[in-house]
């Protein structure tokens, strides 16, 4: 299925890079979409299944692959487009995506050899189906906090390089190159939050969300106020931004569906979570455009502000609810 997904991803880039008709343009970006929403789910299945203790420390470490892939982006496309324009973007990562697939193909297994058996005798029978997940009061908390969350991450990740082009007269090479911090924060907080998520054994662990998207609000809060009087103070609270808001990111998206193995599935919780999220990326992509037309980039601040906030209260909610029922 990933190899399908990731196929079917480098043809759509490609097509992408040639096209100038605007309704086609949407088509293939929509298919791209689709190819690439075959990934998630199935390779946190298959991390649960190598995998089956310290998820939190495996899945920080894993859940930060796509933050690795947003810092070399970033910096080398910037420079890609800088000197040959948009189209070259479309391109070049195609031909390393298919090399990749080869590799993935030849080189990656469900699960060890020998599990099979084991996982048919030790394993429940697992209720499959969006009804039960949607029943469940945990993962709709969890799902509708991840999609305010996304309202934060897709603005950022979309409207960082814009917001250091225009407060800072960056250039567009040095704009991909300083939003590369984003991600970098994003690995640290990633790899942090897994690690403590697993040897905070007293606090559960939407608790230590809560406490790291409290974080992430104050960041925020901070970046709105002062990042504006120098590029060095932007860059470092882009940084902490990054950090606040990538921990809970991934332990919701990657955590939490490994420990709802044995309920729903792994691969069943995972797409919930990630596709429910990706409403809020519909919503913030044009939304923040017309926010920064309208009230510039301190409105923006704002709406990622208010979002943090109430994506602290919803997962401040399940925290209380999970500590009296922890022993």
């Known amino acids: 299925m990933i190899v399908l997904g990731l196929v079917l991803s480098a043809f ?46 495996i ?31 479309f391109l070049a ?5 298919v090399l990749v697939t080869i590799l993935f ?3 990656v297994s469900d699960r060890p050899k020998g599990v099979e058996q084991i996982c048919e005798i030790h394993v429940p029978r697992v209720k499959f189906g969006f009804r039960e997940i949607l029943l469940s009061t945990e993962l709709v908390t969890i799902a509708s906090a991840y ?16 917001f250091l082009l225009e407060t800072y007269n960056l250039s567009l090479d040095l704009a991909g190159y300083a939003a590369a911090i984003i991600p970098l924060g994003g690995i640290v907080g990633s790899m942090v939050s897994g690690w403590l998520s697993d040897r905070t054994k007293r606090f559960p662990r939407p608790f230590i969300m809560f406490l790291l998207i409290l974080s992430l609000s104050l960041s925020l809060l901070t970046f709105h106020s002062i990042a504006s009087h120098s590029l060095q103070l932007g860059v470092i609270l882009l940084f902490l931004v ?10 919701m998206a990657t955590v939490i569906p490994m420990e709802h193995e044995r309920n729903h599935g792994v691969a069943g919780v995972a797409g919930f979570i990630d ?21 510039g980039w301190s409105g923006a601040a704002t709406f990622w502000f208010i979002s943090s906030l109430a994506a602290a209260f919803l ?11 922890h022993p």
């Open 275 to 295: 596709g429910i999220g990706y409403i809020g990326s519909t919503i913030a992509d044009p939304f923040i455009g017309w926010i920064v037309d309208v009230q």
């Open 59 to 89: 899945g920080g470490m894993f859940g930060s692959c796509f933050l690795v892939g947003n810092m070399i982006a970033w910096p080398a496309l910037a420079y890609v487009m800088a000197k040959y324009g948009w189209r070259a973007a």
């Open 147 to 162: 999609t305010l969350l996304q309202l934060v991450r897709s603005g950022f990740t979309l409207w960082a390089p814009s």
């Open 105 to 107: 193909y030849l080189g």
């Open 12 to 57: 759509m880039n490609i097509l992408f890079g040639y096209i100038d008709i605007p309704v086609l343009m949407v088509v293939i970006w929509g298919i791209n979409g689709y190819a690439q929403s075959t990934g998630w789910p199935s390779v946190v299945k298959i991390i649960s299944n190598w995998f089956r203790s310290s998820i939190g420390t």
């Open 242 to 251: 990054g950090l606040t808001l990538y921990g809970p990111h991934v332990l």
């Open 93 to 97: 990562p195609p031909l390393l995506l």
């Open 315 to 325: 997962m401040g909610m399940l925290s209380f609810r999970k500590l009296n029922q």
